[in-house]
């Protein structure tokens, strides 16, 4: 589709980051998208039901109990014609969120380090709304590699915990085992993604900021 045809379609997009919510609205309606934005998932919800758009666009960490796959599935279930894409700063959702099963298998998923050009994205917004999953040649070849280290799905469990400020004991409470036993986890993890581990480093640290980066991936 070109510009043109971008002109008819109605986008919601839901991001708690302002400056990211802004760089993608003011994207997509540079390229002729009619964008409604929202800053949590009640208001993108609210949004869904006011403007009844062609498709939405939601992150999946909102910094909040409530997630970008519930807000996901709840459009699924009540519009399900309208098109799914997540934008999210992670690899894997597990990373993410601690529902991702949440997520509809017909979202397109999107890396934002991975998103080059605003095309890219218009393209995935095109692909949710007909359903077609398979991925331009033009993302394809602006895409970076995806050589990153990878976790298991229960070290990414406790990366994401970590990253919201968990101690090594709260850690242990939600996973139901005992202090020595995270530990030992958090010293696999810290070996799986290669921070340094020396006298005067921390790894905690160097952990998170990976994490926040998106430079990591569960396997």
Do not use: C
């Amino acid at each position: 589709m070109n510009d043109t045809e971008s002109r008819l379609l109605r986008v919601v997009v839901a991001d708690d980051d302002t400056f990211t919510l802004s760089l993608v609205s003011g994207g997509l309606a540079a390229k002729g998208f009619t964008v409604t934005t929202a800053t949590t998932v009640a208001e993108a919800i609210d949004a869904v039901r006011e403007v009844d758009p062609h498709a939405v666009i939601s992150d999946l960490n909102f910094g909040t109990t409530e997630t970008g796959a519930e807000l996901l599935q709840t459009v699924a279930d009540e519009f399900p014609w309208v098109g799914l894409v997540v934008l999210t700063s992670h690899r894997s959702p597990e990373l993410a969120v601690s529902n991702p099963e949440k997520i509809p298998s017909s979202a397109v998923y999107l890396v934002k380090s991975q998103l080059s050009r605003i095309d890219d994205l218009a393209d995935a917004v095109h692909r949710a709304i007909s359903g077609d999953p398979r991925e331009s040649d033009s993302a394809r070849s602006h895409r970076t590699d995806d050589d990153v280290p990878s976790v298991t799905a229960a070290q990414a469990e406790v990366l994401r915990l970590l990253a919201e400020g968990a101690s090594t004991r709260a850690l242990a409470e939600a996973r139901g085992t005992s202090v020595r036993a995270v530990e030992t986890m958090l010293n696999r993890l810290f070996v799986a993604l290669g921070p340094d581990t020396g006298e005067n480093a921390n790894p905690r640290v160097a952990a998170v900021t990976l994490w926040q980066r998106g430079g990591i991936r569960v396997r």
